[in-house]
């Protein structure tokens, strides 16, 4: 067992077989990153997403709930916001509803 960490476009990293891949990219409808970030192609991503063949989760406080399904959810004090600090938010964990019945390893976890 290993860990692979990647900072980068997420379609340029090899997924090797039986991994299991965490994605944590910009929050959508949240401030803006700067940088490489800044005009991040949400609706690219989630095409990648439902393509992967390997358990995916994404970090996020919401998705598409057609394709993407919440696996786990986190209520947690915001202390990154520059404006809302102290804010309580929900944090919730999703995985792709392409991976629902593929031996359902994904729930297990949770």
Not at 4 to 9: A, L, Q, R, Y
Not at 19 to 31: G, K
Not at 37 to 55: H, I, S, V
């Amino acid at each position: 067992c290993s860990l692979t960490w990647s900072i980068g476009d997420y379609q340029d990293v090899e997924i090797e077989d039986n991994s299991v891949l965490y994605c944590d990219v910009p929050y959508e409808n949240t401030n803006k990153y700067v940088g490489e970030g800044e005009n991040f192609d949400y609706e690219r991503f989630y095409d990648w997403c439902l393509k992967q063949t390997q358990p995916l989760y994404i970090s996020s406080y919401e998705m598409p709930e057609s394709d993407f399904k919440v696996v786990a959810e986190f209520a947690r004090i915001d202390t990154m916001s520059a404006t809302n600090n102290g804010k309580l938010v929900s944090e919730k964990l999703f995985m792709p509803r392409t991976q629902e019945t593929k031996g359902n390893i994904q729930l297990s976890l949770f």
